[in-house]
């Protein structure tokens, strides 16, 4: 059963494209990774109860994290009013997402199977590279020409893209390092077709997130520390410089306004009723489901929106404050506090070259998540946050077994 349980986990990775495809069980809709990780659920626990997996303890730090993330989201749901929404976004964006990341932390201790879970997902992201770009009825463009391929928005296609481009960077890099040179060649390849797709998007967030992590990404495989530091403060120096001159030339006033027709001016807008539902909710927030009625609501209290349509509020702290509360941000930030000295530990202790390009990889794409955040909210869809926890399983699965792999049935969590 150790087997199917890593098979599972390679299955739920390849078939994120398929995320919105649902089927309806007493009522009650689930999806495609839902449905694939409640088999993985009943696997690993024959499997733990066989003997053939071991249950290792979760830091602490990450549990915690974990614990106070969902129950924020439990409380500010429950102060909004439970609503079927709210309930299906509760299973789907957090439960089911949070229950795979501990599934992949448990099933992927072995540095090649983690390798392996990398390699299926990114052939998912390549596959719906390629279809994105070739005229099928289901591929959609918006009214500006941006692509949305079968995605709701062009935003939502550039977070399912965006890592792909990193993921083909180390699966390039570590081939060639292992002479593995067919998949070197695949990797390089695949990644043309993420990148046109990822262009044609015209996310100008996720492209800088993606220039950054490669930049991490690269500077730390192949430059030393000294390196590493000039380089940084080099590139500080530039944004710097950026900053000093595009600032000023910003008009906040016109950009809250509605004056300014940007796509920094639509989010300057869409911050500013988000900081108003702060104020009338700090502690609990809105719950998941409940920004854009909320949004709507203070249209009398700005001038016209520059966007209707807008389900969250494009920055991940204001989406977590407002959906998951304030326990829910703090618990948000503990994990990803874990997780960043998970990847630290993961790269220091790494005995092989192959182990610390991974550890390298995973800081790369927490870099990519929290910059991108910056502008948009890359994380209450299930596909995104199946993804995002499948990494954090995989950064905490570097912790060595704290009991034999044949004592699973003794082991204690």
């Known amino acids: 059963m150790n087997a199917?349980?890593?098979?599972?986990v390679f299955l739920t990775m390849l078939l994120l494209p398929f995320a919105q495809i649902r089927i309806m069980l007493f009522g009650v809709p689930i999806y495609v990774p839902e449905a694939l990780i409640s088999c993985l659920s009943v696997a690993f626990c024959i499997a733990v109860r066989t003997g053939d997996i071991s249950i290792r303890r979760v830091p602490r730090l990450v549990v915690a994290g974990n614990a106070f993330l969902l129950l924020g989201a439990v409380i500010s749901s429950a102060s909004s009013g439970f609503s079927v929404?709210?309930?299906?976004?509760?299973?789907?964006?957090?439960?089911?997402?949070?229950?795979?990341?501990y599934l992949v932390f448990q099933t992927m201790a072995d540095g090649n199977d983690r390798r392996r879970m990398i390699g299926f997902w990114y052939i998912g992201i390549v596959l719906t590279a390629t279809v994105s770009l070739l005229p099928f009825p289901f591929v959609k463009e918006t009214y500006d020409g941006r692509l949305?391929?079968?995605?709701?928005?062009?935003?939502?296609?550039?977070?399912?893209?965006?890592?792909?481009?990193?993921?083909a960077a180390f699966l390039s890099v570590e081939s060639a390092g292992r002479r593995f040179f067919r998949v070197a060649i695949f990797s390089m390849v695949g990644a043309i077709p993420v990148v046109i797709a990822l262009t044609r998007t015209a996310?100008?967030?996720?492209?800088?997130?993606?220039?950054?992590?490669?930049?991490?990404?690269?500077?730390?495989?192949?430059?030393?520390?000294?390196?590493?530091?000039?380089?940084?403060?080099?590139?500080?120096?530039?944004?710097?410089?950026?900053?000093?001159?595009?600032?000023?030339?910003?008009?906040?006033?016109?950009?809250?306004?509605?004056?300014v027709r940007t796509s920094i001016a639509s989010r300057v807008m869409i911050w500013s009723a988000s900081a108003r539902m702060l104020a009338s909710h700090p502690i609990f927030g809105i719950g998941l489901?409940?920004?854009?009625?909320?949004?709507?609501?203070?249209?009398?209290?700005?001038?016209?929106?520059?966007?209707?349509?807008?389900?969250?509020?494009?920055?991940?702290?204001?989406?977590?404050?407002?959906?998951?509360?304030?326990?829910?941000?703090?618990?948000?930030a503990?994990?990803?506090?874990?997780?960043?000295?998970?990847?630290?530990?993961?790269?220091?202790?790494?005995?092989?070259?192959?182990?610390?390009?991974?550890?390298?990889?995973?800081?790369?794409?927490?870099?990519?998540?929290?910059?991108?955040?910056?502008?948009?909210?890359?994380?209450f869809r299930n596909d995104l946050s199946t993804g995002f926890f499948a990494v954090a399983g995989s950064i905490l699965a570097f912790q060595r077994p704290k009991y034999p792999v044949r004592d699973g049935a003794k082991a204690v969590a």
């Open 148 to 167: 949305a391929s079968f995605f709701p928005s062009p935003n939502h296609l550039a977070f399912f893209l965006e890592p792909g481009i990193l993921l």
């Open 85 to 101: 929404m709210e309930l299906g976004a509760l299973k789907s964006w957090i439960v089911f997402p949070m229950a795979f990341g």
């Open 289 to 332: 489901r409940n920004f854009e009625r909320e949004y709507l609501a203070l249209q009398s209290e700005f001038p016209p929106y520059l966007e209707w349509a807008v389900p969250h509020p494009h920055n991940i702290v204001l989406a977590l404050w407002l959906m998951t509360g304030a326990m829910g941000l703090a618990g948000f």
């Open 203 to 259: 996310s100008l967030g996720a492209m800088v997130a993606t220039a950054a992590a490669l930049s991490v990404f690269f500077s730390m495989w192949f430059f030393s520390r000294v390196v590493r530091v000039r380089l940084g403060l080099a590139a500080l120096c530039v944004l710097a410089m950026v900053a000093s001159y595009s600032i000023p030339q910003a008009d906040i006033a016109k950009m809250g306004a509605g004056v």
């Open 4 to 8: 199917t349980s890593k098979y599972l």
């Open 334 to 379: 503990l994990l990803a506090a874990g997780l960043f000295r998970g990847s630290r530990s993961a790269y220091s202790c790494a005995v092989e070259s192959s182990d610390r390009l991974l550890s390298i990889t995973s800081l790369a794409f927490l870099l990519l998540f929290m910059i991108h955040g910056l502008v948009d909210t890359p994380f």
